[in-house]
């Protein structure tokens, strides 16, 4: 069994409130990670990563079809647990640290050419930027620092919308290199 299908058929977390039932995209080829926290209710429902309204808000800040974003080998997304963890008081539970523990790294690994990886979200950050930063928002507003391999963004749930209207500079300074650096390189010929 090659590692997607071990991942997808993963049923380690037995105490989940809905079951385990891993959501993820993932292709040697992607050239975009976006790298998330865990799926919610809808997404585990559907099966689908991003299936709801923070997908739509993230696609609309990288500035991507659904086509695009659906497309493993263009885009690989890798939450830091794959399946819903549940709810607390307020919101998701984090991700469990066990997922990342056991699959992350291989699946890391098989990963050819990833030119971008696009973090949301505290784990994501603390994660792939050794939890250098105190808040995400330090790390959002930090972005140039580790551009253009990787770039820090909140979460884009509907949650976050205070966030965003407290960080007029984010839409403004933030989301416009990144939409071009995404064009460039799903645009890149596959030679390159």
């Given at each position: 069994?090659?590692?997607?299908?071990?991942?997808?058929?993963?049923?380690?977390?037995?105490?989940?409130?809905?079951?385990?039932?891993?959501?993820?995209?993932?292709?040697?080829?992607?050239?975009?990670?976006?790298?998330?926290?865990?799926?919610?209710?809808?997404?585990?429902?559907?099966?689908?990563?991003?299936?709801?309204?923070?997908?739509?808000?993230?696609?609309?800040?990288?500035?991507?079809?659904?086509?695009?974003?659906?497309?493993?080998?263009?885009?690989?997304?890798?939450?830091?647990?794959?399946?819903?963890?549940?709810?607390?008081?307020?919101?998701?539970?984090?991700?469990?640290?066990?997922?990342?523990?056991?699959?992350?790294?291989?699946?890391?690994?098989?990963?050819?050419?990833?030119?971008?990886?696009?973090?949301?979200?505290?784990?994501?950050?603390?994660?792939?930027?050794?939890?250098?930063?105190?808040?995400?928002?330090?790390?959002v507003r930090d972005w140039s620092q580790t551009w253009p391999q990787r770039i820090a963004l909140p979460h884009p749930s509907p949650r976050n919308n205070r966030w965003?209207?407290?960080?007029?500079?984010?839409?403004?300074?933030?989301?416009?290199?990144?939409?071009?650096?995404?064009?460039?390189?799903?645009?890149?010929?596959?030679?390159?």
């Amino acid at each position: 069994m090659d590692l997607l299908s071990q991942v997808r058929s993963c049923t380690r977390c037995t105490d989940l409130p809905l079951g385990p039932r891993p959501v993820l995209q993932w292709h040697p080829d992607a050239r975009i990670l976006i790298a998330g926290q865990a799926p919610g209710r809808k997404v585990h429902q559907s099966g689908v990563p991003f299936d709801d309204a923070s997908g739509k808000r993230l696609r609309e800040w990288l500035g991507v079809t659904e086509a695009e974003f659906y497309d493993a080998r263009r885009v690989a997304i890798l939450p830091m647990a794959f399946c819903y963890p549940g709810t607390g008081a307020s919101g998701d539970l984090p991700p469990p640290a066990a997922c990342a523990r056991h699959w992350r790294k291989s699946l890391m690994d098989g990963l050819r050419g990833v030119q971008l990886t696009v973090l949301l979200g505290r784990y994501a950050v603390d994660y792939h930027l050794d939890s250098v930063y105190p808040l995400v928002t330090d790390a959002v507003r930090d972005w140039s620092q580790t551009w253009p391999q990787r770039i820090a963004l909140p979460h884009p749930s509907p949650r976050n919308n205070r966030w965003l209207k407290q960080n007029p500079w984010f839409e403004r300074e933030v989301l416009p290199p990144l939409r071009r650096q995404v064009a460039t390189i799903l645009h890149r010929p596959e030679t390159e």
